[in-house]
């Protein structure tokens, strides 16, 4: 396994090396767990060359103190890397992906970005896409894999390949869960053993919605809200029913073909969101 700090090295490694290659590639922040490696896998399957990047982008959290506490297990990323056989790491500096100073662009991804993450984490998606549009140019791989986990991402960089008119193919990969359901989450690594237990209420939630679609949104969303209410260790942030590709609200099934859940909740201080596609 390759493993890159500065875009030069690894552009120059790619030319060297990738010639008639597919490359696909996945970019993730570190603190890996196994929903990382699916994507890897994924891209293993798919592609001759899988590039995955360590970088915890400073111009997606709106929230310092999130940015500050990150986990970061680049001795453990590295050799799980290894193990699931990924071809390429590329771990840079900030200063190899950002000037001094330099802040996010500002994008227009219309319906996408009003409500959700879009609403909670101001300037989240705009930090998230200018790291993603540098990634995409710098390595210009033939499939780029993200989680269905981060859903409103998702379709956000699906927009964006479109507006960079990008001939990298965005494939969207099933989220993976633990025993319990609960979504594996690099920020779980914060949660005490109790807490990671008690957060499989996110998932429960989520499945009860899957089952019983039939009492329609607005039951399904005070269900949701009552459960939480329960646990005085959660607070809810948003549940949202939402109409896949606009991520638009919706209050009713009716009016769309494909749907989905998403939750957003704090436990013990931890900031943890998940869905279902229903
Ligand atoms: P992150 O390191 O949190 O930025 O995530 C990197 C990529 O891994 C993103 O595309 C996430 O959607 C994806 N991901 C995170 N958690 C999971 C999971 N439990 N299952 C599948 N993909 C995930």
């Given at each position: 396994m390759y493993i890159f700090k500065s875009k030069e090295e690894l552009q120059k490694h790619l030319a060297a090396f990738s010639?008639?290659?597919t490359i696909g590639f996945t970019p993730?922040?570190?603190?890996?767990?196994?929903?990382?490696m699916h994507l890897i896998e994924q891209s293993n399957l798919k592609c001759d060359i899988s590039i995955c990047s360590i970088f915890v982008n400073p111009t997606q959290f709106n929230n310092p103190n999130d940015l500050a506490k990150y986990p970061n297990t680049l001795t453990t990323d590295l050799e799980m890397l290894e193990n699931v056989k990924c071809d390429i790491v590329y771990n840079p500096p900030v200063n190899d992906l950002?000037?001094?100073?330099?802040?996010?662009?500002?994008?227009?991804?219309?319906?996408?970005?009003?409500?959700?993450?879009?609403?909670?984490?101001?300037?989240?998606?705009n930090g998230m896409a200018t790291i993603i549009q540098k990634l995409l140019n710098i390595i210009n791989p033939t499939i780029a894999?993200?989680?269905?986990?981060?859903?409103?991402?998702?379709?956000?960089?699906?927009?964006?390949?479109?507006?960079?008119?990008?001939?990298t193919y965005i494939e969207g990969v099933e989220t993976v869960r633990g025993k319990s359901g609960l979504a594996k989450s690099?920020?779980?690594?914060?949660?005490s053993e109790n807490a990671k237990k008690e957060a499989s209420l996110i998932y429960n939630c989520l499945n009860y919605c899957e089952n019983n679609k039939a009492i329609g949104v607005t039951k399904l969303k005070s269900h949701i809200q009552?459960?939480?209410?329960?646990?005085?260790?959660?607070?809810?942030?948003?549940?949202e029913f939402v109409a896949l590709k606009?991520?638009?609200?919706?209050?009713?099934?009716?009016?769309?073909?494909?749907?989905?859940?998403?939750?957003?909740?704090?436990?013990?201080?931890?900031?943890?969101i998940d869905n279902i596609i229903l």
């Open positions: 010639k008639g290659k993730t922040m570190g603190a890996l767990h196994l929903g990382h950002y000037v001094k100073g330099e802040k996010a662009k500002s994008y227009d991804f219309g319906s996408l970005t009003t409500i959700l993450e879009g609403e909670f984490r101001p300037g989240h998606f894999f993200f989680g269905q986990k981060d859903l409103q991402q998702l379709y956000i960089v699906k927009n964006l390949a479109k507006q960079m008119k990008s001939d690099s920020r779980n690594k914060l949660l009552k459960e939480f209410l329960k646990n005085e260790n959660f607070t809810l942030e948003y549940a606009t991520m638009l609200p919706i209050k009713d099934w009716e009016a769309v073909n494909q749907s989905a859940v998403c939750i957003s909740a704090y436990h013990s201080g931890v900031r943890l």
